[in-house]
């Protein structure tokens, strides 16, 4: 399976973005997903994830509230709402696939990963 992340850009403190991971080569309707994301000199961090039918979703305390995680199954897709972003905030952002049906926040219970969006908030 290929994951294929977009979206990212760059946006005032306060704005929004939507970044979006599309699966290639397999099916992500039975799999949770996750989006991490690493800020520069800083290690990769949680930042939500979702089972595989949509129904539960946990977030980073950072975020929550703000972001919110979505998934289209029919087409493949994994969505990241990002509202009133902060200069905080920037980092690339990775979709992820996970390995297991369980809600899992580290970065060893996924397999298959994204190769990032870059999102810049400026203050």
């Known amino acids: 399976v290929q994951l294929q992340a977009s979206g990212g850009g760059l946006v005032e403190a306060g704005g929004s973005l939507r970044p979006s991971c599309a699966a290639s080569?397999?099916?992500?309707?039975?799999?949770?997903m996750g989006w991490f994301r690493q800020a520069p000199g800083k290690e990769r961090e949680f930042v939500a994830t979702?089972?595989?039918?949509?129904?539960?979703?946990a977030y980073a305390d950072s975020v929550k509230g703000r972001f919110t995680i979505s998934r289209d199954n029919a087409k493949n897709t994994v969505y990241l709402q990002m509202n009133t972003l902060k200069p905080d905030d920037t980092a690339v952002y990775y979709c992820?696939?996970?390995?297991?049906?369980?809600?899992?926040?580290?970065?060893?219970?996924?397999?298959?990963w994204g190769q990032g969006t870059l999102v810049t908030v400026s203050s």
């Open positions: 979702i089972s595989w039918t949509g129904g539960s979703t």
């Open positions: 992820a696939r996970g390995q297991t049906s369980w809600e899992t926040r580290s970065a060893a219970g996924y397999d298959y």
């Open positions: 080569g397999r099916t992500l309707s039975s799999y949770r």
